[in-house]
């Protein structure tokens, strides 16, 4: 499990648990996210964007 | 006046006073305006008085943008975050939200208790939607910040202009989309304001209900489930909108109808001029290009930026959708309107006046450097624009 974030606005993609909201339960892999994944806060951010932080 | 500052390792102190501090205060006070033209005709008894307020709009502004010029102050960016954190300013956007719905209710209860004739209930309506028009504005700026309580306000204010979807077809639809020909909310050079209405407000609809539908079956769930932040938002129109036929009769129909429209057609009227005619390019992965500053237009005029948050300093707000308006800068070198965004609306509205400012200004960016194949051009209007301003045909292979 690891944490993602978006370069742009800093959100934040926490695997362990996942982002309701959007409709990804906890434990859904950053991997598994739409390759169409666009950062949930600022949109302008596309999933290959992300930086893996650290693991969680 | 709050002075920020910052010793900086390198460039040592660093300082910021915002002087516009307290004329943020505009943006929260510019919905009141209507009222003056009401209390003008109770006061004169001539329905001419309800005409204040566009003219104050549509004429005094531009002339105010054209006047006072444009705004120099710029934050540093290391001082961004602290002018962030200062409550001052998401307070005021806060005191905004309910200002909305009284002047709608006020403008409402002025409407169905007074005998008006049609042309005086035609502009006190249209100027009732300009504002709630404004509203829209409110909820763009809260729209995109990240906590719940903004984020709430901004789908409750988008109820008094009837447009509940705006916050997820922009944040999610319009800046992924920016400048390109998919985009319904970027403008085409050779579109007019109509028809790009008539592509604007029902794809933008179609966009937010397809990407709420989405991210609903994603946890399960129905489209129409309560969860649905459109439904929620229209819910709350609707108990208000029905309200005011309830306690102010059936002239509330065509009244809302028309304050509804013109409402959105607020947000159309920033849309059209916002990116007219600006293109991303894409990249060998097919992929556009991330959006650039120069692609967005800006006004960087004081009075029209003081109340519309900061709208006109758009570039910046297209590199950074979650930053406060206070935060916004401006940069030298950016596509720039020749007036604010009020003084553009009507040129926009004189279609031949609109290309005949715009389409040079598009085609001289250094970008574009009359470089046809990077303007976003109507496909209805290519042949016409190359033989115009190419030298001839349209290339095939740019025309498919």
């Known amino acids: ?56 | 006046m709050t002075t920020y500052t910052l010793q900086h390792p390198e460039k040592g102190l660093i300082s910021y006073t915002d002087k516009k501090r307290y004329l943020w205060l505009s943006s929260v006070f510019m919905p009141i305006f209507p009222m003056l033209g009401i209390l003008a005709y109770l006061g004169t008894g001539s329905e001419w008085a309800l005409g204040i307020p566009l003219f104050f709009s549509y004429v005094i502004i531009p002339f105010l943008d054209w006047g006072i010029g444009s705004d120099e102050n710029n934050p540093p960016e290391e001082l961004v975050p602290q002018l962030e954190e200062d409550r001052y300013y998401r307070v005021l956007t806060y005191i905004t939200v309910p200002m909305h719905f009284i002047v709608l209710i006020a403008i409402a209860w002025f409407v169905g208790t007074h005998d008006l004739s049609v042309p005086a209930l035609l502009a006190t309506a249209i100027t009732a939607g300009s504002y709630s028009g404004l509203g829209i504005n409110t909820a763009h700026e809260m729209g995109h910040k990240k906590n719940r309580l903004e984020r709430w306000l901004a789908k409750i204010v988008l109820a008094v202009p009837a447009y509940g979807h705006f916050c997820i077809e922009h944040n999610r639809g319009h800046h992924t989309e920016v400048a390109t020909p998919e985009d319904p909310a970027s403008s085409r050079m050779g579109e007019s304001i109509y028809k790009f209405a008539l592509r604007e407000i029902p794809g933008a609809f179609r966009r937010g209900w397809n990407q709420e539908k989405v991210r609903l079956e994603r946890q399960g769930l129905s489209v129409w489930h309560w969860k649905n932040d459109i439904v929620q938002s229209f819910a709350i129109s609707a108990v208000l909108q029905l309200g005011l036929i309830y306690a102010f009769g059936w002239i509330m129909i065509p009244f809302l109808a028309v304050h509804n429209v013109w409402a959105w057609f607020q947000l159309t009227s920033a849309n059209y001029i916002e990116h007219y005619g600006l293109l991303r390019g894409k990249e060998e992965s097919g992929r556009y290009e991330r959006c650039q500053p120069h692609h967005s237009w800006n006004a960087n005029y004081i009075f029209s930026n003081i109340v519309l948050f900061h709208l006109e300093r758009h570039s910046d707000h297209h590199a950074n959708p979650t930053r406060r308006y206070q935060s916004l800068r401006n940069f030298d070198n950016l596509p720039e309107l020749p007036n604010g965004y009020y003084g553009m609306y009507m040129i926009a509205y004189v279609p031949w006046l609109w290309y005949r400012v715009m389409d040079k200004r598009v085609l001289a960016l250094p970008h574009i450097n009359g470089d046809l194949s990077k303007v976003n051009i109507d496909p209805d209007k290519r042949d016409e624009i190359y033989a115009r301003f190419g030298g001839g045909q349209a290339p095939t292979a740019v025309a498919a």
């Not at chain 1, 499990?1 to 926490?14: L, N, Q, S, T, V």
């Not at chain 1, 600022?42 to 290959?48: M, T």
């Open chain 1, 1 to 56: 499990m690891a944490i993602y974030e978006c370069p742009g606005c800093h959100y934040r993609y926490d695997e362990e648990q996942g982002d309701e909201h959007e409709g990804y339960p906890p434990s859904t892999l950053f991997d598994n996210l739409p390759e169409d994944f666009t950062c949930p806060d600022c949109g302008v951010r596309y999933k290959e964007d992300f930086k893996r932080l650290s693991d969680s």
